[in-house]
Structures are given as C-alpha cells and as structure tokens.
C-alpha cells in the first residue's frame, strides 16, 4: 500500500526565516510525485511534479527536490501570503494515475 | 474561468436526506477523479472516471455513493441516506490526456446535521 508521511504537522516562521518541509514516501514505482498549496476552504492548487531522484523544480521562493525515499519543499525567504497548508502526493506506476497524499504541513509565516 | 468548478460549494443537510454534487473540467480533460478530505487529512480517493466510463472505485465509496460521467463531460456524485460521517469536502480533480498534473477544484463542502 502506498503511504506518504509529512512532517511536521505545523510550522511557524518569521518572515524571511527559511525552512524545509519534508515528504516520506513509500510507493510500489513512482510515476510522480507532486506538491499542492492548499488555503482554508480551497482545493489544492498544484506547484510541482518530480519524477526522478535528484531532480529539482522552483518556483518563486519555493524549490522542491526529490530523493528515492522523500522529498522537500524548501521555502526560502517566506512572506506572510506563503501561509498555507503544502500537501505532498505520490503517483504509482500501477493502476490509474490516482493520488496518494499526505496529511500536510500547515505553514503559518508571521510578518 | 478555465479551471474546474463545482456546484454547490457549500451544503447543508439533515442526515438521511439525499445529496447530489457536480463536477465541471477543464475543457478536453479526459480523466476525472472525486476525492473526500477531512479536517486535518490529505484528501483520500473515492472514484476514477476516464470520458464516460468509470473504471476505479475505492473501497471507501460505500454503496450509498454513486457517481457518473455521461458523455464524457460534467460528473456527478450522489450521496443517498446520509450520515454524520459523511460530512467532509468532496473535491473534483481533472487531468489532460498524456499528462500526469491533477487540477482541483474548489470543492464542495458538506455538512451532515
């Protein structure tokens, strides 16, 4: 079965404080992995995929990077509008391209 | 708008009515998946469709659920004798053709009294 764990559960940065979020994945052959930024009361809108290990995807202060067993998000320089709750998702190689997610880290970043 | 929409988005009802949802994707995607999210939870799948024919269900989708896709375009899901735990947001994700992105969208949220 696969299983995505993220951690940690909250976060609270000061504006311009950098950090991580990291992503732990089990999954029988990867197709994808992906990241979504979900506000209160949305749908989760999609930042990146990463598919192989080491690749690296950016994106304004958010740069995700992959290994064979997780991945990151990194946030560099957060501002206050960066607070959100960042889900991470794996995709199998099997079956119908279905998401597997995590229960998110709930990032809140204080001016 | 473009992105996938959803009606309605928000729904209030008493337990053991019927409800019904529905899903519109992006132009010309072809696949459409119904996922369920819970406070504090990643959202979980429920059902697959690919054009009109559905071809993946979780075994979270009790019998009271019932979804469809005619003709390939907006989808519904119906949730028949609600009950309490069935209060969660059921949100809509749709995907191009020979593409692996999922686009949400912004979901519908239930409320079972």
């Known amino acids: 079965e696969d299983q995505v764990t993220q951690s940690p559960e909250a976060l609270r940065l000061q504006e311009g404080e950098s950090s991580s979020l990291n992503c732990s994945y089990t999954v029988s052959g990867l197709r994808g992995l992906f990241w979504y930024r979900q506000d209160p009361g949305k749908g989760p809108e999609f930042l990146f995929t990463l598919y192989s290990a080491g690749e690296e995807k950016e994106k304004e202060r958010l740069k995700a990077t992959l290994t064979k067993k997780e991945s990151f998000l990194h946030i560099t320089a957060p501002k206050p509008e960066d607070s959100a709750t960042y889900l991470c998702?794996?995709?199998?190689?099997?079956?119908?391209?279905?998401?597997?997610f995590g229960k998110g880290t709930m990032l809140l970043v204080s001016p | 708008d473009t992105g996938v929409s959803q009606d309605p988005r928000h729904k209030i009802t008493k337990r053991g009515q019927n409800v019904t949802f529905r899903c519109d994707p992006i132009?010309?995607?072809?696949?459409l998946y119904w996922y369920r999210q819970t406070l504090g939870q990643g959202p979980e799948f429920l059902t697959y469709?690919?054009?009109?024919?559905?071809?993946?269900k979780s075994r979270l989708l009790s019998d009271r659920f019932s979804a469809e896709r005619p003709k390939g375009s907006f989808s519904t899901l119906e949730i028949q004798r609600t009950e309490q735990g069935d209060s969660a947001m059921y949100l809509c994700?749709?995907?191009?053709?020979?593409?692996?992105?999922?686009?949400f969208g912004p979901g519908t949220r239930l409320t079972v009294l």
């Open positions: 469709f690919q054009n009109e024919a559905q071809l993946e």
């Open positions: 132009s010309e995607h072809n696949r």
């Open positions: 994700a749709t995907q191009g053709a020979g593409v692996n992105e999922q686009f």
């Open positions: 998702a794996v995709q199998a190689m099997r079956g119908y391209s279905t998401l597997t």
